[in-house]
Structure formats: C-alpha cells, structure tokens
C-alpha cells in the first residue's frame, strides 16, 4: 500500500506539470492546498479538458470494441434490456450484438462532437418541415360509389346476414334512414 504512493518528488513534477498545463507559475502551488482551486482551474480551461477527455474515451472505446470486450457499456446494455423488459441473457449474442450497435453509436457521437468542437456543420442534416398535404380535388367518376359499394348495398347484405335478428319493421326503418 505504501509502495504505491507517490514519492514527494513526483508529488512536486506532478504539481509542476499541472502549473505548464494551465500557464501557472511555481508560486502559486500553494493555491492548490485551498479548497475549490482545482475546480476553478478545470473550469478555466474546461473545453480544452473536455475535448481530451473525449478523445481519450473514443480511444478507450475503439480498443474495447476491437477487443469485443463490453465493461465500458454493460451498464447501458442492462439499463436497456430492463427498461425495454427484452428476454435477453446475459453473454448472449443479441446482447454483443446491442453492446456493439451501442459502442458505435457512441464513437459517432463523440466524432460528430469533434467536429462541431472545429465548428465543422457541413454533415448535419438539415430535415426539412413536412408541409401539410392538401386533399385532391375529386373528379366526377370518383364521387359515386362502384356497383356493390353503396351505403344501401352494404346496409341490405348486413340485414341479410342478421335475418333472424331483424324484424320487418326495422327493416323497413333502416332502408328508410338510407
């Protein structure tokens, strides 16, 4: 356990490299024994931090999938599963199938960011709004029903299919509504 612990001297390189990277002198090392003075320079140089870390996980990604090892995404993979209530096992080839579909879709996702990082929009997809579809103008031949269509036709050949349920007079009703 000991043996794991940084040394005082690479205590120091660290806390010199930390000062390079965010254009800090030596003298202010001492800030970083105050609270809150870490997040005050992560969030100085945030975008820049950002950007790397999302670079280091599309490296992490690609090699997790080369690897077809899915630790990075099992969360998302279960979260889907259950929340989808899919009968999927677990180690079964529809749930690498998904982890992969997942990896990838992801990587897209943070590439697509790199290039809006570069202020790059020349794949975004631009869809355009759905105009409401006029009704077409009916034409004379359209507007009467075929022979056998009818509303008269299809009231006759449901009575006749519920003969012994009508009586007379309602058949006589109906066809008068008609």
């Known amino acids: 356990m000991r043996a794991s612990r940084p040394s005082a001297a690479e205590i120091v390189r660290r806390a010199e490299q930390v000062c390079q990277r965010f254009g800090l002198t ?5 800030l970083f024994t105050t609270p809150g003075v870490l997040e005050l320079a992560a969030l100085a140089g945030g975008p ?7 670079h280091v996980l599309v490296d992490e990604l690609r090699s997790h999938l080369a690897d ?12 889907i599963i259950l929340r989808n209530s899919w009968r999927i096992e677990s180690g079964s080839l529809e749930q690498r199938e998904l982890a992969r579909h997942l990896m990838r879709a992801w990587i897209s ?17 631009v869809l355009p709004i759905p ?16 022979n056998g269509e009818s509303l008269r036709h299809n009231l006759d050949a449901y009575l006749r299919e519920q003969k012994q349920h009508v009586k007379a007079n309602t058949k006589q009703d109906a066809r008068a509504v008609c």
């Open 109 to 125: 996702a943070l590439e697509t960011s790199f290039k809006r990082d570069r202020v790059v929009y020349e794949d975004a997809q």
């Open 131 to 146: 105009s409401r579809s006029l009704p077409e103008p009916k034409d004379e031949r359209n507007a009467m029903p075929k």
């Open 68 to 79: 077809n090892s899915f630790v990075l995404i099992d969360w998302a993979v279960s979260d």
């Open 26 to 30: 030596s003298s202010h090392l001492d």
């Open 48 to 54: 820049e931090l950002d950007a790397e870390r999302r």
